[in-house]
């Protein structure tokens, strides 16, 4: 059983930056593909960002740019580092861990989500 925490949410001006983390605990970290999820109000949530772990990395394109997904394997933790920041990143962004056990058979887990506003 793996639990995530995010942190690191707040409010900046547009064009500012935050960094995003989720500490992991109670599984084997490495095993586990790692991404960002966001939710803005009244909208689905959507995926940001992907680090498996193979070592790839994916943006959806709105992001592509300014935002990096990284993970440290020896601290537990995966962080999101947000550049240049607009009022349409302002959502809360929640921690997911997938892992594969087969080619037929996967699971996910979540974080409880961090606050991201972006004010104009």
């Known amino acids: 059983q793996l639990q995530l925490v995010e942190s690191g949410g707040g409010v900046v001006q547009s064009g500012g930056s935050l960094r995003l983390s989720c500490a992991a605990s109670g599984s084997i970290f490495s095993w586990y593909d790692m991404g960002w999820y966001r939710q803005a109000p009244g909208k689905q949530r959507e995926l940001v960002a992907t680090?498996?772990?193979?070592?790839?990395?994916n943006y959806v394109d709105s992001v592509k740019g300014r935002f990096t997904i990284s993970r440290d394997n020896a601290k537990n933790t995966v962080y999101l580092q947000m550049n240049s920041l607009k009022p349409e990143d302002t959502a809360v962004y929640y921690c997911n861990a997938r892992i594969a056990g087969s080619a037929s058979w996967s699971r996910d887990y979540w974080g409880q989500g961090t606050q991201v506003t972006v004010s104009s």
């Open positions: 680090f498996t772990s193979g070592g790839s990395t």
